[in-house]
């Protein structure tokens, strides 16, 4: 399975955004995270930035929106031309109508899961999707634990994924190292977030190159 990688620029040098990308220019995708203060108890930023991330054009945007009532404010993150726009389940009302739209404006669609919402109700709507997030921390913050007790839940999903045929992509987000990629990727993600652990690293870019060979390999 091809392994993707997807720094958070969250918590990097926010006054230096162009050059916190460069450093990561190695990785597959900048992970940007939309925080309104209502879906999340933490405010980040909104389009304009996520614009002026895209314009910089170093890297493809993949956006993670953690905002309420998706359905108005999500496609404008398609038409504005991030690679892919993740939307939580929680927040959308017709998650269907919402992914069909994210894809009409030509973004990959994404749809991500709090650690407490269980993917069972949502396995049908796999083939409206290119990829399901599996929150591996509560949504809000950097830097805070992993947790393994989602485990269980990325199996499940990429057990769904196999037996529909699917091509849907596992993403996992929060807490993610050289030690917990191993679990995660060993349970079926191939997609991988990490916002510390590349930030806090000596050298971000070698960061990128670890975390890519330890997925690749299961560790
Ligand atoms: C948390 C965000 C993450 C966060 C990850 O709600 O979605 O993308 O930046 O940061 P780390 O890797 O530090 O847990
Ligand atoms: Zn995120």
Known sequence: MDVTISPSILNCDIANLASEIEKVRNADYAHVDVMDNHFVPNLSW??????????QDILPVDAHLMIEDADSWAPAYAEAGCASVTFHAEAAVAPIRLAR?????????????????DITPYIDLLPEIDMLLVMTVEPGFGGQSFLKSMMPKIRRTRDAISTANLQVAVQV???????????????????????????????????????????????
């Open 46 to 55: 909104g389009l304009p930035v996520v614009e002026a991330v895209i314009r």
């Open 101 to 117: 739209e994210i894809r009409r404006q030509g973004a990959k669609v994404g749809m991500a899961l709090r650690p407490a919402t």
């Open 173 to 219: 987000d929060g807490g993610i190292n050289r030690e917990t990629i191993c679990l995660a990727a060993e349970a079926g993600a191939n997609v991988f977030v990490a916002g510390s652990a590349v930030y806090k690293a000596e050298d971000a870019y070698s960061e990128v190159e670890a975390l890519r060979q330890l997925a690749k390999t299961h560790c």
